[in-house]
Each structure stands twice: as structure tokens, then as C-alpha cells.
């Protein structure tokens, strides 16, 4: 099982920046797959998530409005698209995996990605 995100890298306040993640060595649509982030010091939070099955999507309530996961299902490729960044939202990203119904805490993951640096500068 394979997660590689990309697309993470330095962006001003109000930027934007669009991270994938590919996804390999599993049954794509038995999955739950998401985004989660781990700031300095802290804990590791649920971004946002997607229901291969279902096509049902959770946002945290922190980046409701300026997040949105999407997925590209023949390509086994999962998007976050993040607008109107701030420092807050500085961390590293990581795509995971699980067979929950969605992934919203570190215990619903199966499968981690390596993760990717989000820095938001003000």
C-alpha cells in the first residue's frame, strides 16, 4: 500500500495551494481516504475526508468554506484544494487510508502517507 502526497510548499496569507495524493496497492472504493495535519507540538487533526463508496465528504469545522477534498476515482487520486490560507493552517499534511465509513481520527486510519509541508507565512 502506497499514499504519495505532493503539492505542499510555501504560500502567503490568502494563497492558495492544491495538494494530491496517489493512491496504490488497495481497493480504492473500499476505502475511506482523507487529509490530516500535525502542526508543531501538536496533535495529529482531521482535515477533511471522502467515501470512495458513498461519495459522502467531512470537513473539520476549521477549514469549512476554504477546504475542499475531491477525488479523481479512475486515477486513484485524492485533491485538497485549500483557499484563503492563514499561518494557522501551517502543518504537515497527510493523506491516509481506512476501512471506517470516513476518516476523521488517527484511529480510523489503516494507511499513512508520508506527509507534506504546508507553510503559510504572514
Known amino acids: 500500500v502506497q499514499l504519495v502526497e505532493s503539492g505542499g510548499g510555501l504560500v502567503q496569507t490568502g494563497g492558495s495551494l492544491r495538494l494530491s495524493c496517489s493512491a496504490n496497492?488497495?481497493?480504492?472504493?473500499?476505502?475511506?481516504i482523507g487529509w490530516f495535519r500535525q502542526a508543531p507540538g501538536k496533535e495529529r487533526e482531521g482535515v477533511a475526508s471522502?467515501?470512495?463508496?458513498?461519495?459522502?465528504?467531512y470537513h473539520a469545522d476549521s477549514v469549512k468554506g476554504r477546504f475542499t477534498v475531491s477525488t479523481d476515482d479512475a486515477k486513484k487520486t485524492m485533491f485538497l484544494q485549500m483557499n484563503n490560507l492563514t499561518p494557522e493552517d501551517t502543518a504537515v499534511y497527510y493523506c491516509?487510508?481506512?476501512?471506517?465509513?470516513?476518516?476523521?481520527?488517527?484511529?480510523?486510519?489503516?494507511?499513512w502517507g508520508q506527509g507534506t509541508q504546508v507553510t503559510v507565512s504572514s
Open positions: 491516509a487510508a481506512g476501512l471506517s465509513v470516513l476518516v476523521q481520527y488517527p484511529t480510523d486510519v489503516d494507511y
Open positions: 496497492g488497495f481497493t480504492f472504493d473500499d476505502y475511506a
Open positions: 471522502v467515501s470512495i463508496l458513498t461519495g459522502t465528504t
